[in-house]
């Protein structure tokens, strides 16, 4: 019912930068926390970033300081700019957003996740 479109992934040399974006489509009512997460081949999904409706931040300890999480509420939109990126990044990376439907039943949903890799 709710989908989540990512977009923005590609090839970028190590210490590039990438900008991810996901949109947010459905019947929904209202977001509260949105996220981003990867998943690098034959490791479990990681949490990057997370951002509430009020713009309360949260991230992995390997990503501060160079990675920018950010919403457009009235878009239903995340970013992920990422900035000084490392080939250990290279990842699918995926959007998640948990909120309520206009039915006013809550939804936690996830994007099909899109590629990064970082290479000379």
């Known amino acids: 019912q709710v989908q989540l479109v990512e977009s923005g992934g590609g090839l970028v040399q190590p210490g590039g930068s990438l900008r991810l974006s996901c949109a947010a489509s459905g019947p929904i009512l209202s977001i509260n926390a949105m996220g981003w997460y990867r998943q690098a081949p034959g490791k479990e999904r990681e949490l990057v970033a997370t951002i509430t409706t009020g713009g309360s931040t949260n991230y992995a300890d390997s990503v501060k300081g160079r990675f920018t999480i950010s919403r457009d509420n009235t878009k239903n939109a995340l970013y992920l700019q990422m900035n000084s990126l490392k080939p250990e990044e290279t990842a699918v990376y995926y959007c998640?957003?948990?909120?309520?439907?206009?039915?006013?039943?809550?939804?936690?949903?996830w994007g099909q996740g899109t590629q990064v890799t970082v290479s000379s």
């Open positions: 998640n957003a948990e909120g309520r439907l206009r039915m006013l039943t809550s939804f936690n949903s």
